[in-house]
């Protein structure tokens, strides 16, 4: 496709009027250039395209397979028919399968019926569909059919197919291109009309007139941008960040807020029991310590308070204190059935099942937040204070406190909602856990011990201008403990009940300032996001889970958890953590400042480049019989250079020292903003004015016995302004890159290295219609770009912000 961008049909159309007029030789050469030109466009689109096939490589999801007994992870394209297939909430189904055991089983089919809502899938042999989404439940299922045989794949659609819209930076950049291209048009048909009316010479005014359309088109703009977001979603990707989207990489440098999950994100999400406390006989076991019969019903019942199979890391390390200190006794109860188990609800924090012991009788188990036990046991003020104490002094310890409760003996229900029933073991179970009477046993403290490199990554993003909020289901008192850890500033801390109770303009203004957000669920989340943003925030959030989701979309950048993540939130999101670490979020964000800063850097160097030579382009236009000093060829060549300056040299340039004290950039910041044309400017007009100096200055085109007339002298002109051009492109390199960077060296040495080139070989010359230059043209073209790089360069300085304090 690169053949019909305008640059190209340009050149094309240059090399047909040069055989119309009977100069093949230049046509030749022009065509030449555009086989370069489609050759290096072809070399950048293969990189970009390479990154973004190593980024759909990463980003495809993981399927839970067990084969020939082996539990692995495997990539979707790696499934076999016969493989089963795991099922639990929040992933997408990798395949065609059937039902090989299912435990109240949903699935979400949207994708592919059209159908709202989730459908029951427990029979075994029932098919299940690739693209399904498992809304709730769990189960395993046998591969039918994989890839291509699946029907999702006969239908051609796939996730990972959907393309994203274009970037803003993307839409700009077109939208100035076109702009452009029409502005090329209108003057390259003034200039033709012009000089074929003064001249009569047709062909020779609509090579001229192409020769102008050349000049103003900043072809490079687009695939600058392009190659730009492809490779630094890439080199996100290798510092353990993926970016979805192209878009994500542009995003980072935006962001004013980092909403962050504590739990394995700031913290190992490494829970262990450190403390058991009994109620009301405030009974104090530390880990480490023997595990005696005081605190032995405290965590049998924790465990009966606990899902089987648990996934919480909490529950898992409820469990692994109870293996190890109660395992073989008569404390645990694997052969109990259960009857019914009551989830947390927005209303009340606890989790609750019921179990049928070994004699038939209803035993009754809770564990949740301190506030909303005492609530269940229906405590009166004074000892649900005392209760609500005790739990604080835990938490103020930095420990996540679970209060545990047990139903009364015989699990009796509330005699005023169930005055007919004394006990609850006649009929079924009651739909509310409210009906039974419960009593407090104590409480379980643990702790998730906060990374190490969290302060100073933190400390970091505050640098670079950058909040960060920590959101959690804990306590405020642990909360505020675990942020004094991470080093977040003071603050008030707000909570779900926060969240839920304020008006949307009071909560805007509260989390505008808040810190810490504790004990919210993650359904809330998405009011957060809604919250900050109301404030002015630019928000990246963080979320695992099938109910983040919401959040993760509305979210300015939407982060998902690579590892803990479900499927349904990586396609939610625009970056997926692969290592769940906070740190790497950070990281992140001082690499798409990088991308950004390189960019603009390579824009203004494009800026910069293009003016002179469109100037020169112009000359004709203002100056009517004056003839074309950049011919189509030459313009070319320096296509040729400016396309690997901006896309290579600029690209792999390291970041600035001081890239993260700096603010964020503004989410709606044009594409070239202030800084930007004002850098460009300077440099384009002081090169600009050097080449008019040397068309200008008789000396400098003086031969050896006196001033060459008519051909000789245009093209002795021609050589000095293309060789100033090729120098100053190259010193253009090294004021907008990093002059201690040797990738700076590199790019600034093409032009020099070309123009050597041209000295060094005679025909090179004769076919670029260009003239040998004596040692004193040669002298007059160093100093002239040398002293219009040393201008630019010092006016920069100059107007550098801070840089008249720096000198004062």
Known sequence: MSLLEPTNLLLLACALIYGLIGEPVDGAILLVFVVAIVLLDAVQQRRSSRALAELARLSAPLAHVRRAGQDLEL??????????????????????????????????????????????????????????????????????????ATELGQLGRSLTAVQPPPTRLQRQARRLTGRLTLLALGLCAALALVQGALSGDWPQALLAALALALAVLPNEIPVVLALFLALGALRLARIGVLARWPAAVESLGSATVLAVDKTGTLTENRMAVQQLLTWPERQRWQAGSPLEEPWHRLLELAVLASRGDPVDAMELAIQRLATAQLGGSEHLHPDWPLERDYPLQSDLLVFSQLWRDGVGAWQLAAKGAPEAIADLCHLEPGPAAELLAAADGLARQGLRVLAVACGLEGAPLHPELHPQRATGTAGQPPEQVHDFLFEPLGFIALADPLRPDVPAAIATAQAAGVRVVMITGDGPATARAIADQAGLPAGAVLSGADLASLAPGRLAAAAATAPVFARVMPQQKLQLVRALQAAGEVVAMTGDGVNDAPALKAADIGVAMGQRGTAVARES????LLHDTFSDLVRALALGRRVEANLHRALAYTLAVHLPIAVLGLVPLLLPGQPLILLPVHIALLHLVIDPACTVVFEALPGAAGLLRQPPRRPDAPLFGPATWHRALIQGALV???????????????LAGGLPGGAEAVAVQRSLVFALLLVAGGGLVWLNGDPRSPITALGAGLGLGLWLLLLALPGLQRLLSLAPLAGPQILAVLLSAALALLLAGEIQRRLRPGAAASSA
């Open 75 to 148: 990539p979707a394209g790696q499934l076999r028919v016969g493989d089963l297939l795991r099922l639990e909430e929040g992933d997408r189904v990798a395949a065609d399968a059937a039902i090989r055991e299912a435990v109240g089983l949903w699935l979400d089919e949207s994708l592919l019926t059209g159908e709202s809502l989730p459908v029951a899938r427990t029979q075994p042999g029932e098919r299940i569909l690739a693209g399904s989404l498992v809304a709730s439940g769990r189960g395993w299922a046998e591969v039918v059919a994989v890839a291509e």
């Open 573 to 576: 999101a625009d970056l997926v």
């Open 688 to 702: 600009t004015l050097a080449a008019l100096a040397l068309l200008a200055w008789p000396a400098a085109t003086g």
